[in-house]
């Protein structure tokens, strides 16, 4: 079965250091991925996705990057945390199979910056 | 332009209560539209799927219906329990990458 590990759970961070958010998925091969940010009492933002290995497509301009240096590894990073970076920020990849998608989220990581 | 509105906001409801959420979607192309249910804290997880052709679908307690002419949706919670507070997400899926995500409707359940 798949599976989605999304670390870490919380994390609290001063304003100015860097970030990295690790996703991985288990059980599938070649699947899209995606970041979202969900900021207090907000709707899920998408941040990026990824069809394949190096493949990043950016939905908003902001101060973090993401990377996938493997097939199933999907990374948000940060070289300078802002106040506004402060979030739950969910890793998801999707299938599409009989005319239907459907996304599989992380437990997510909600993030303070302080 | 794609987007999902959902309504109300917030809702609350006493135990053993029924209550109807609401969500409008502009998307194109259509594909599906799926309800999630997300805990707090938590990454949202499906509930119901409906595709274009289906006008209603059951989970258990929960109903979804879907208007494919108006372009609206709907989540009727039955006999709700102190287990259904929780933000209630309407997501219309165009087949491709593209996943439209509405703001959500919180659900408080009271005793």
């Known amino acids: 079965s798949q599976t989605i590990h999304q670390w870490p759970a919380t994390l609290v961070q001063p304003v100015g250091s860097p970030l990295s958010l690790e996703c991985t998925v288990e059980?599938?091969?070649?699947?899209?991925l995606y970041w979202y940010r969900q900021a207090a009492g907000r709707g899920l933002q998408l941040l990026f996705y990824s069809v394949g290995i190096g493949q990043i497509s950016s939905e908003v301009p902001q101060n973090l990057s993401a990377s996938r240096p493997q097939d199933r590894q999907f990374i948000l990073s940060s070289k300078k945390l802002l106040l506004s970076d402060s979030g739950f920020y969910l890793c998801a990849w999707s299938v599409h199979s009989q005319g239907v998608t459907e996304a599989f989220f992380g437990q997510g990581t909600r993030l303070t910056v302080v | 332009k794609n987007q999902v509105e959902q309504s109300p906001q917030s809702l609350i409801i006493l135990e053993g209560k029924n209550c109807t959420l609401q969500c409008n979607y502009t998307v194109s192309p259509f594909s599906n539209l799926r309800w999630y249910k997300q805990d707090t804290g938590r990454g949202p997880v499906s509930l119901t799927i409906m595709t274009f052709s289906e006008n209603t679908k059951s989970n258990g307690r929960y109903t979804a219906t879907l208007d494919a002419d108006t372009k609206q949706s709907s989540l009727h919670i039955t006999a709700s329990q102190l287990s259904d507070s929780a933000s209630y997400i309407c997501?219309?899926?165009?087949?491709?990458?593209?996943?439209?995500f509405g703001a959500g409707t919180r659900l408080f359940v009271k005793a």
């Open positions: 059980g599938t091969s070649n699947p899209n």
């Open positions: 997501v219309a899926h165009t087949g491709g990458f593209k996943t439209i």
